[in-house]
């Protein structure tokens, strides 16, 4: 079945350093998702990405979407301790049906 | 806009039970899904449900099920309830039914705690 795989697991960051998650599949995507997860939260939907070699910005955070459509990133430039939480990516499942949801990488970022 | 809401936020149940948790939708929104998080853990998909029909679950024992109503709202039931349920359970809603292509919205979630 699908996999994915998402690293670093754990991350942290003195506040200004950037930040780069990355997100892996063993299976060509049509489009892919990213949530954000505060502590104590629910996730809440970033951004979608829909086109090979597409790369989206908002504000701070970049994403990207691999050639292949098989991997996609998550960079933050300047961390804020506003950041904080853990950034999942979800690409759809093999049905196309439902997303699945990868481990997520947890961010701190310290003062 | 109302955002998704679930209730109860907090459900302590003793082995053995049933717990029953529930979700309103975004208005508008027809389709709902189930995730469970174990602390610390990512979300593992239980349940869509989309204009009153479950459409697909994930890898969970029957005993998890649930359902949609004709207002869309939806209900999670989990039967014979183990340790290893404890977790915070998380509805979202999207707009249309047509799988993975919507944003989900999230509900702030309930967390179960079984002793």
């Known amino acids: 079945g699908q996999q994915v795989m998402q690293i670093p697991q754990y991350q942290h960051v003195q506040e200004g350093e950037d930040f780069t998650t990355y997100c892996n599949s063993s299976t060509t995507l049509s489009n892919i998702q990213w949530y954000k997860q505060r502590p104590g939260g629910h996730p809440v939907f970033l951004i979608q990405l829909v086109k090979s070699g597409e790369v989206k910005k908002q504000k701070r955070l970049t994403f990207q979407f691999g050639e292949a459509k098989k991997n996609s990133s998550l960079h933050i430039t300047a961390t804020q301790t506003t950041d904080v939480g853990t950034y999942f990516c979800a690409p759809p499942d093999n049905y196309g049906q439902n997303f699945v949801f990868g481990p997520g990488t947890r961010l701190s970022v310290l003062p | 806009e109302a955002g998704v809401t679930q209730s109860p936020t907090h459900l302590i149940k003793t082995r053995g039970q049933q717990a029953t948790l529930r979700c309103s939708p975004i208005s508008g929104h027809t389709s709902v899904y189930w995730y469970q998080q174990a602390l610390g853990l990512g979300l593992q998909f239980l349940l869509w449900y989309d204009e009153g029909e479950e459409r697909n679950r994930g890898n969970f024992p029957p005993r998890f099920s649930g359902r949609q109503f004709p207002n869309y709202s939806s209900e999670l039931n989990v039967n014979a309830l183990e340790l290893e349920d404890s977790a915070l359970y998380l509805c979202?809603?999207?707009?249309?039914?047509?799988?993975?292509?919507?944003?989900?919205?999230f509900g702030p979630g309930t967390r179960l705690t079984v002793l």
């Open positions: 979202a809603s999207s707009l249309l039914g047509t799988g993975a292509y919507n944003e989900q919205f």
